[in-house]
């Protein structure tokens, strides 16, 4: 038997999920904690053995033979990343976008000229990558220069990708070469006004993670296991959500879909979709979005961020998705527990439906982040409106991933406080979507598989992605 082995080593878990190649199904998944403080290989070996055991339930173990074995990662923290841009609407918004498709967890982005403030700043905060862009090509170069000659006479020692104007690279790579730093250099994330190019830049930020970050949060040692971490958890997502819509020559796809994973830190919203105006009288206004794009609710998340979450929305709008039968909870209580007990798990119909009140809020707060926006413009045409962002309420799939969604009795529910509401109509959310739930966990194991076998991994997640 020919099995596919991926392996996504988390934040908290490190689930493994084995893929058998000749018959198209998952054989069998297991997890255990990750142990990234001590070696990230002792929870991989746990999980593993869970896995043999399962395994073993339905064929001998030792007649598998492994064709391959891949991981992604967001362990330690994720892959966290600055963007430094030009200007804050245009190649700052560009370089953003760039990293959170790469992957990574944007801390912070910085516009205009560096000061000397900003580069301690910088250099007190914990990061693994710096994406330097600014300016098209041939427009402005002077400040992307300028932050390149600040970034050298502060000696960063953090890995810094180049994807700025191309009339100012020769400058840079002579800067960078005299002070000794690690850069690479990518296309310009806006080599026009309004254009956006992030592809050649998640590709580079993908390498890098590879060569240089892996082996900087320990985990080395898994390298000798498997054949190499591919990406950033994240990445593989949305690689997995990517190739589902648009399918491949061989394997027809879903068409636009948006993803919603909700975890203990983060909310991540992916939608796969060009979101171009749905009405004649909407006209786009600043950057067109990429078809693939990730947004990152770093203060909507389950565990880490529940008191974050609280404020955020405040205690009325969580209260507004309790069961009737919890309204006399105290809410703040129960997020301050959550926040000090990240590996709570609920037991009582009380914590269950408490969580799923977070959920829906979480979900909620996150797509209105992610979709389109109106605004109303008054001409002598007569209204018109300006849409920044995708308009997606024509999207056809929403896909739930995360605890929380796999494990509620009511998914659709969840996801549902995620589609438009006619009291808000500006925030352009799905209308009437099939929701699918990812029940086995096996969104990154496929954007892993993917890279190789494309066919095998979009008919997989028509197998196993559950529609409610």
């Known amino acids: 038997m020919n099995v596919y082995l991926a392996i996504d080593f988390g934040s908290t878990y490190t689930k493994l999920t084995a893929i058998d190649l000749d018959n198209e199904t998952i054989l069998a998944t297991a997890k255990d904690i990750t142990t990234i403080e001590d070696n990230i290989m002792v929870g991989f070996n746990k999980a593993f053995e869970k896995l043999k055991f399962e395994i073993n339930k339905i064929v001998d173990f030792n007649s598998i033979n492994f064709i391959n074995k891949t991981a992604c990662s967001s362990a330690a923290g994720g892959l966290k990343m600055i963007a430094i841009g030009l200007v804050p609407e245009l190649t700052t918004e560009a370089a953003k976008k760039s990293a959170l498709g790469a992957g990574a967890r944007v801390i912070k ?15 007190n905060t914990p990061l693994d990558i710096i994406l330097l862009a600014g300016g098209t090509d041939g427009g402005n170069k002077e400040c992307i220069i300028h932050n390149a000659k600040m970034l050298a006479e502060h000696n960063v020692k953090i890995p810094i990708v180049v994807a700025g104007n191309k009339s100012a690279i020769d400058e840079i790579e002579s800067i960078f070469n005299q002070a000794g730093l690690d850069y690479y250099i990518t296309e310009n994330v806006m080599p026009f006004f309004n254009k956006l190019n992030v592809d050649p830049s998640r590709e580079e930020i993908r390498k890098v993670f590879m060569s240089r ?3 900087a949060k320990g985990m080395k040692s898994a390298e000798e296991f498997i054949q190499g971490i591919l990406m950033p958890t994240p990445a593989a997502v949305l690689k997995a959500a990517e190739i589902l819509a ?11 879909l948006i993803v919603v994973d909700i975890g203990g830190a983060t909310t991540d919203i992916h939608s796969i979709a060009k979101g171009e105006p749905t009405k004649p009288s909407m006209i786009i206004k600043g950057l067109i979005e990429p078809y693939a794009k990730r947004t990152v609710e770093g203060d909507l998340g389950m565990r880490y961020s529940a008191l974050a979450l609280l404020e955020a929305s405040g205690e009325n709008k969580i209260k507004h998705y309790l069961d009737s039968s919890l309204k006399d909870t105290d809410i703040n209580k129960s997020c301050q527990y959550r926040h000090e007990h990240i590996k709570m798990t609920p037991q009582t119909d009380e914590e269950f439906k408490f969580d799923e009140a977070m959920a829906k809020v979480a979900t909620e707060l996150a797509m209105t982040r992610h979709c389109g926006e109106l605004e109303c413009v008054y001409t002598p045409m007569g209204t018109m409106f300006n849409l920044t962002g995708k308009d997606l309420t024509e ?15 009511n998914p659709s529910k969840i996801l549902e406080s995620g589609n438009f509401k006619e009291e808000d109509p500006i925030h352009l959310k799905p209308v009437n979507p099939k929701f699918l739930i990812d029940k086995s966990y096996i969104l990154s194991a496929m954007g892993l598989l993917a890279q190789e076998y494309p066919d095998i991994a979009i008919r997989i997640m028509k197998k196993y992605l559950v529609k409610v």
Do not use: C, F, Q, R
Request: glycine letters at 14%; aromatic letters at 6%; proline letters at 2%.
């Open 109 to 123: 982005t910085y516009a205009y000229e560096l000061n000397h403030k900003e580069l301690e700043e910088i250099l």
């Open 213 to 215: 970050i892996v082996e």
């Open 246 to 256: 648009k399918g491949t020559n061989n394997e027809e796809g879903l068409g636009d």
């Open 395 to 409: 999207t056809p799939y929403v896909i739930g991933t995360g605890g929380v969604i796999v494990h509620s009795e």
